[in-house]
T-cell receptor, first 110, second 114 residues
Framework: RKEVEQDPGPFNVPEGATVAFNCTYS??????FFWYRQDCRKEPKLLMS???SGNEDGRFTAQLNRASQYISLLIRDSKLSDSATYLC???????????FGTGTRLKVLA | SAVISQKPSRDICQRGTSLTIQCQVD?????MFWYRQQPGQSLTLIAT?????????ESGFVIDKFPISRPNLTFSTLTVSNMSPEDSSIYLC???????????FGPGTRLTVT
């Protein structure tokens, strides 16, 4: 099992839709998780952190399911500007390093 | 947040040559990281560069191929040596942010090897 796995997509959704995607991780000892957003031909930027049960920021909700070892990102009322690749990031156990998933590509359609 | 610049932003190089990528940060940082992002792939850590010590390389990356310099707390270079088409990729430098898991990335250097 890969350390971090994501469905590459693309997820094509209409404006206003709710979309969710998951990220599975292999290290059950992981305590914190992160979602990054990467626009086309741009660098990744931190979107949200996920600790314990979850986190919510406006239209974005990140949740953690420890039993099944996955985190999810839910986007409500999708905007065209949400179109991007969303990267799941997990700290490498016991180090300062981070493991990046391959990303899930989201396209919000007008 | 840290502001990071990279030079060059892109380059097209011939096989067998070397390219040095520069990374400049607007504040002093202890650790700088170099990543590679191949087409359609995620980010892979190449090495960690600490000022005043040798860089620490990840499995699959060696100093002879990717020598790194870290002369001060705001600057680092990554050289891609003896390039082959397989080295075509985006190379990004990053630094850690104040919060756990937060990293700031430079805009990347898009390298094409012909």
């Amino acid at each position: 099992r890969k350390e971090v796995e994501q469905d590459p997509g693309p997820f094509n959704v209409p404006e206003g839709a709710t979309v969710a995607f998951n990220c599975t991780y292999s290290n059950s000892a992981s305590q914190s998780f992160f979602w990054y957003r990467q626009d086309c031909r741009k660098e990744p930027k931190l979107l949200m952190s996920v600790y314990s049960s979850g986190n919510e920021d406006g239209r974005f909700t990140a949740q953690l399911n420890r039993a099944s070892q996955y985190i999810s990102l839910l986007i409500r009322d999708s905007k065209l500007s949400d179109s991007a690749t969303y990267l799941c990031v997990v700290p490498h156990s016991g180090t300062y390093k981070y493991i990046f998933g391959t990303g899930t590509r989201l396209k919000v359609l007008a | 947040s840290a502001v990071i610049s990279q030079k060059p932003s892109r380059d097209i190089c011939q096989r067998g040559t070397s390219l040095t990528i520069q990374c400049q940060v607007d504040s002093q940082v202890t650790m700088m990281f170099w990543y590679r992002q191949q087409p359609g792939q995620s980010l892979t850590l190449i090495a960690t560069a600490n000022q005043g010590s040798e860089a620490t390389y990840e499995s699959g990356f060696v100093i002879d191929k990717f020598p790194i310099s870290r002369p001060n707390l705001t600057f680092s270079t990554l050289t891609v040596s003896n390039m082959s088409p397989e080295d075509s990729s985006i190379y990004l430098c990053s630094v850690g942010g104040p919060s756990l898991g937060e990293q700031y990335f430079g805009p990347g250097t898009r390298l094409t090897v012909t």
